[in-house]
């Protein structure tokens, strides 16, 4: 735990390096706001608990840096098992190589932490956490009549484990300012 | 501008190597709470009925986890994602299918099973103590009624080196040497009403008529050296047989099942089963398939009977062509005699089994139509020259006669020439009296006439084929 304590604070080191060396180029900052579901899949069943997923970053070309913070909107059941994901904080490096399309597809690399509750009968209440690389697509749209805000779809991978997985659905908006 | 963006790139990949540590030691907890909950389970236990604490030397024993339901009320046997283990040091075995192999030295052991997070543990005792005898028929008492099946686990009493005796389930190895006597309590003569088969150390009562019975277990004694015969344990066969009737047995809706075609053709194979609606005692019905422990019976041989190796399934064999042949079938005490039959293979009769209005007797019916075997191709050729159906076929020179040769090949993957078979008809139907025509009293032979397009269709058992020939 200490080993990984120590690679987040790190990383929030690199990632506050990472702002200032971008903040000299001609960057777009934005803005995103979507409902995700997340799926927890492990070969007997799944759960899907949803969030709501904030994300801040930096765009310039086809190039996107983002920082995303989710937090728990509901839970979800399977008999007696109630998982939750309380918080996801991931960063993500976003690429789109073809810039000039109406719909813009990004392919999604970064890493995220992951929290997860688990409460079940005649066992004690557990939270696991989980880090590790995240991967995926992106689609997005710009409205006509607004161009600087952006349908988005997001399909994530955001944890690949032995025998689980965390998978990420979200639809939301994008504003750049 | 591209410096940066190499320098953007470059911390953001140093980023995620240092982020990106995998955390696998850390699924299981998520993965074992989702096995536990895809099949409801809040505890597990070793079920009483189907545990035992002491196995005996060098025998097998199947354990097997029960859990209980987020109910608090329901169980069910656990099937899967078992973990099973033995403490350490252990000499017997266990897989992951809970199969025990006891050591061939005494030992004491503890059994652990998990699923998920969710932890039993079993304190066994592998023993060297000897068989002597037979003490019960079954750890509990059971009712069983006429045409059922019921495994039965016999309890017998083992002796060990220092005379202590123990009493627990009738080992692997001895259950298989053990002889079973079965008689009638009113008179005590052999009966015909049930029998007792072990097969993968697994023994069933197989109830075949209602009444009272006796049944004794006679085995040697490995701790007196002598042969020893078990007391009288009572049973009673009990007959709370609604209804009987004859399925289809691919057919696993057995409350609406029925036999859906009476027709097989000749040297084909019909698979039926018998099913019996029973009365339960909570005033409910339920249907089983008591094929094993009916009795059947043909009454002439268009057809034959045989059970398949499971004796769950019968199989009518088609002997004569387009003949009939009645199965009946029925479970209870049928009028005719078993006297000279070998219950334990099932019961089938060279005639109609009957009940005669017994009441501890029901019986069923079927008629059976043994049809011509279909035709599924046919191979044709003119004049050594094989010919495929209605294609044509031009001759390099003129013949004096077409001589053709007909195999017909059946839906059983067997051949026969047909050529001049009296079911085989030969038609023209192109070139008639100018091309070709009929050789007289010639089945298959036909005189050419003159140059032109003939055709003849062949027929045999509803199937037919065109014979396409361009004559120069």
């Known amino acids: 735990m200490t080993t990984i304590k120590k690679h987040i604070n790190l990383a929030n080191i690199l990632l506050f390096f990472l702002i200032l060396s971008t903040s000299s180029i001609r960057a777009e900052v934005y803005i995103s706001l979507a409902p995700a579901l997340v799926e927890i899949d492990t070969d007997n069943a799944s759960t899907r608990p949803s969030l709501v997923d904030l994300r801040i970053g930096y765009e310039y070309h086809a190039h996107q840096l983002e920082l995303a913070i989710m937090s728990s909107i509901s839970d979800d059941n399977l008999n007696q098992l109630t998982v939750d994901v309380p918080s996801v904080n991931s960063i993500f490096y976003r690429y789109s190589p073809h810039e000039n399309e109406q719909i813009k597809m990004h392919f999604i690399l970064g890493a995220s932490q992951i929290d997860v509750d688990s409460t079940y009968p005649n066992i004690a209440d557990t939270t696991d956490t989980f880090n590790g690389v995240s991967f995926g697509i992106g689609f997005e749209e710009a409205f006509k009549s607004i161009p600087q805000l952006k349908l988005k779809l997001d399909l994530l991978r955001l944890y690949n484990g032995d025998s689980l997985d ?9 504003y750049v300012f | 501008m591209f410096f940066k963006e190499a320098i953007t790139l470059f911390i953001s990949g140093l980023f995620l190597l240092l982020v990106a540590c995998g955390d696998e030691d850390k699924e299981a907890n998520l993965i074992n709470l989702h096995t536990l909950a895809s099949q409801d389970i809040i505890s597990i236990h070793f079920p009483a009925d189907l545990t035992e604490n002491i196995i005996s030397t060098n025998s097998e024993f199947n354990f097997v986890i029960q859990g209980v339901k987020s109910n608090n009320t329901d169980t069910t046997i656990i099937t899967r994602d078992i973990v ?12 992951q299918q809970g199969h025990f192999l006891a050591s061939n030295t005494a030992e004491l052991i503890t059994l652990t099973a998990q699923f998920g997070p969710l932890i039993e543990t079993l304190d066994l005792k592998i023993s060297d103590a000897k068989f002597d005898e037979v003490l019960q028929l079954n750890k509990q008492n059971f009712n069983t009624d006429m045409c059922q099946s019921q495994e039965i686990k016999p309890i017998a009493r083992y002796i060990d080196k220092d005379g202590n005796e123990e009493i627990h389930q009738l080992d692997s190895n001895t259950i298989n040497t053990i002889t079973w006597l079965i008689r009638n309590q009113e008179d005590n003569s052999t009966s015909q009403r ?27 004694s490995i ?3 002598t042969e020893k015969t078990s007391t009288d344990f009572n049973q009673n066969i009990g007959n709370n ?37 029973y009365q339960a005692s909570d005033g409910s019905s339920f249907n089983l398939n008591i094929s094993q422990n009916s009795k059947w019976g043909i009454n002439n041989t268009n057809a034959s009977i045989a059970f398949f190796s499971d004796f769950q399934n019968l199989s009518i064999l088609g002997n004569t062509e387009s003949s009939t042949a009645t199965l009946t079938v029925a479970c209870g005490t049928i009028t005719q005699s078993l006297s000279t039959t070998d ?3 099932g019961v089938i009769l060279d005639d109609n089994v009957s009940c005669d209005g017994g009441i501890n007797c029901m019986g069923a019916s079927t008629a059976i139509t043994i ?25 390099s ?12 090949n059946f839906t059983d993957s067997t051949s026969k020439t047909i050529t001049t078979d009296s079911k085989l008809s030969y038609s023209i139907t192109a070139g008639d009296d100018d091309v070709i025509e009929d050789k007289a009293d010639s089945s298959g032979v036909f005189t050419v006439l003159g140059n032109g397009t003939a055709k003849i269709e062949i027929n045999y058992r509803s199937e037919s084929f065109i014979v396409y020939l361009e004559i120069p």
Do not use: Y
């Open chain 2, 343 to 345: 219950i334990t293979q």
């Open chain 2, 371 to 395: 049809s011509q075997l279909s035709v599924s191709s046919f191979t044709v050729s003119a004049n050594n020259i094989d010919l495929t159906d209605n294609t044509s076929e031009t001759l």
């Open chain 2, 241 to 277: 047989l609604n209804s009987i009737k004859v399925c289809n047995s691919d057919d696993s809706n057995l409350s609406s099942c029925n036999v859906t075609s009476t027709n097989i053709e000749k040297d084909k194979t019909l698979s039926l089963m018998s099913v019996g609606n």
């Open chain 2, 397 to 408: 020179s003129r013949p004096d006669e077409i001589t053709l040769e007909v195999i017909a």
């Open chain 1, 166 to 174: 965390v998978n990420l659905l979200s639809i939301g908006v994008r």
């Open chain 2, 194 to 220: 049930a029998h007792i088969k072990t097969l993968g150390n697994q023994t069933n009562l197989h109830a075949l008529a209602a009444g009272d019975i006796i049944i004794q277990a006679k085995a040697l």
């Open chain 2, 84 to 95: 099973w283990s033995l403490s350490d040091h252990a000499l017997s075995t266990i897989d």
């Open chain 2, 223 to 225: 701790f007196t050296g």
